[in-house]
C-alpha cells in the first residue's frame, strides 16, 4: 500500500474539517484510496447501525477530542450519554496490545504509570502505549456503557462494560450481541 501523501481537508460550516481520507498513489491521477483503518472504523459505525440497532443519527465517527473512533449516544443530537465507545486497530496484535494494557492501567496514575504497567505487562513492545492510555483516559471522560475493541482479525473477541468511577475504570468481559443497543440502555437506565 502506498503511503498517504495528505488528508483531504474539507469545509464545514465555514471551519476545516479533515476527513480520515487520505490522496495516496499516483499524484497525477489523484487516485484516492482509504486507508484501512477508516474502513474499520465505518464499517464498525455501519455495524452498529445496522446489526446493533443503534440509530445511525446517534453514531458518530471520531469523538470529540478524538480519543475513540466511533461513538453511540442515546439521544441523537445529544453528547450527554454515550452508551458505546469504539476503537478499531488494522493490526491483531495492536488490538491485543491496546486491551491489555487499557486492563493494566484502569485508568489509575499518570501515563507514566501506564508505562510502567505496561512494561510489567510486557507489552513495551507497542511502542503507541501513549496513544493506548488516551482511550484510557477517554472512558473515564465520557463513560460510555459500552466498549467494543474491533480488528480485522478480531471482530467480537473484545466487548466490554465499562464501569467507570472518577478516579479509574474496570472492563467487564460480555458476550459480543451484549453490545445491541437495547441491552445497554437496559444498564445504563439500571445505573441512573
Ligand atoms: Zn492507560
Redesign the pocket.
Known amino acids: 500500500m502506498n503511503s498517504p501523501t495528505g488528508r483531504l481537508a474539507e469545509t464545514v460550516d465555514g471551519g476545516k474539517r479533515h476527513a480520515s481520507v487520505y490522496w495516496t498513489g499516483d499524484a497525477e491521477l489523484r487516485t484516492r484510496f482509504v486507508p484501512p483503518e477508516a474502513v474499520l472504523s465505518v464499517a464498525a459505525a455501519a455495524h452498529l447501525a445496522l446489526d446493533l440497532d443503534y440509530p445511525v443519527a446517534t453514531v458518530e465517527l471520531e469523538s470529540p477530542g478524538g480519543a475513540f473512533d466511533v461513538m453511540a449516544y442515546l439521544e441523537p443530537g445529544s453528547r450527554a450519554e454515550p452508551l458505546i465507545a469504539v476503537e478499531s486497530k488494522v493490526l491483531d496484535t495492536e488490538l491485543d496490545m491496546l486491551v491489555a ?2 486492563q ?4 489509575m496514575g499518570k ?1 507514566s ?2 508505562r510502567d ?1 505496561c512494561r510489567a505487562a510486557k507489552l513495551a513492545g507497542s511502542a503507541d ?1 501513549e496513544n ?6 477517554g472512558l473515564l471522560h465520557h463513560r460510555p456503557v459500552g466498549f467494543w475493541a474491533v480488528s480485522y482479525g478480531q471482530r467480537d473477541r473484545y466487548a466490554f462494560l465499562a464501569h467507570a468511577s472518577d478516579a479509574a475504570f474496570s472492563l467487564e468481559p460480555i458476550q459480543f450481541g451484549s453490545l445491541a443497543r437495547d441491552s445497554l440502555v437496559a444498564v445504563l437506565v439500571e445505573g441512573r
Open positions: 494494557g487499557m493494566e492501567c484502569r485508568g501515563p504509570t501506564h504497567a502505549w493506548h492510555h488516551r482511550k484510557c483516559l
